[in-house]
């Protein structure tokens, strides 16, 4: 796909903020940010630690509020919903992936999966999510029998099995070395292409940047520049 604004945009935030005030101090953790997300597109939101990122991915994925500013999600005004309609809007549209993966230790593979599609609307199977992720052979193994990229992406098949418009990643990667993260991002960028699923990514890892389409960089709680990548690197060609 070509992320250029004549797709259709999916998130659009206007003038967001988000201040902590801690008493003594105000943290600006966002400071007024305008980011439009499109149809079908993979960003890759990049920034030091601190620049707003993971305030921002909490709240596109109607985890978290803004101080003042409003957040769309299509023709819905996140911003303008009570505690029960974000629940709802998350359940219906958004799969989220964190660095730690957040399985249940007792359960299998497919178990950890079937967790989420017991409760979707219109889920794929377990079997068929672990397959999209490459662990179709490992469905009946506990997270302690599965390297931290395996474990990840069993993490990713629970978030993708309820079929999800929205992919929310926040460093995914991040406890993983280069190998297992590669199979990781494989799985993402897999899921992008086959299902059109509009993915964000949160990386401290600038080599990730070159398997987006866009790639918008944070500094200070704001954006400071959106790049289009001319051409897209895949995951196996990434180094770090
Ligand atoms: N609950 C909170 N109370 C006070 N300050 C907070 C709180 N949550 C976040 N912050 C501050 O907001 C700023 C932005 O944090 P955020 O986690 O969004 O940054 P980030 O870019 O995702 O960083 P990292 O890459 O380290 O996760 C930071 O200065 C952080 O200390």
Redesign the pocket.
Known sequence: MEARPENEIVFRTEDIT?V?D?GEVK?Y?LAGVDLQLYSGELAVLL??????????LNILGGLDRPTTGDVWFRESRLTGMNDRELTRFRRDHVGFVFQFYNLVPSLSARENVALVTDIARDPMPAEEALDLVGLGHRMDHFPAEMSGGEQQRVAIARAIAKRPEILLC??PTGALDIRTGVTVLEALNRINEQFGTTTAV?T?NAAIRKMAHRVVR?LD?KIKEVEVNESRIMPHEIQW
Do not use: M, Q, R
């Open positions: 988000k902590y801690t943290v953790a920034g030091p630690s601190g620049s707003g990122k993971s305030t921002l926040d460093e949160i401290h944070f709680g």
